[in-house]
Nanobody
Framework: VQLQASGGGLVQAGGSLRLSCAAS????????LGWFRQTPGKDREFVAS????????TYTDSVKGRFTSSRDNGKKTVYLQMNSLKPEDTAVYFC?????????????WGQGTLVTVSS
């Protein structure tokens, strides 16, 4: 699966951004697409994921109630709607894919998109 992330930018605290991740190369049935973020000197952190085609979503605690992951089946694109952004959400955001069978790893990665939240 090839992934292309976009939508990052600069926003003030309390604002919103929507990230997009376009997938290509194969069917996404049986896959989960996820969002991760990373800041300098820190490990990459899981943010959210959504399964295909079921649409089951998972979020890390720090973004629950603020971020929403959704998908467009026809466009093979997933979105991360980020509301009530905080300066601590500043990071490079990556999308990734893995099969949903047990033991599968996130083994397809898109390039990152930078999100900067100013206070």
């Amino acid at each position: 699966v090839q992934l292309q992330a976009s939508g990052g930018g600069l926003v003030q605290a309390g604002g919103s951004l929507r990230l997009s991740c376009a997938a290509s190369g194969r069917t996404l049935v049986g896959y989960a697409l996820g969002w991760f973020r990373q800041t300098p000197g820190k490990d990459r952190e899981f943010v959210a994921s959504i399964t295909w085609p079921g649409g089951t979503t998972t979020y890390t605690d720090s973004v629950k109630g603020r971020f929403t992951s959704s998908r467009d089946n026809g466009k093979k694109t997933v979105y991360l709607q980020m509301n009530s952004l905080k300066p601590e959400d500043t990071a490079v955001y990556f999308c990734a894919a893995r099969h949903t069978r047990a033991g599968s790893s996130w083994n397809s990665w898109g390039q990152g998109t930078l999100v900067t939240v100013s206070s």
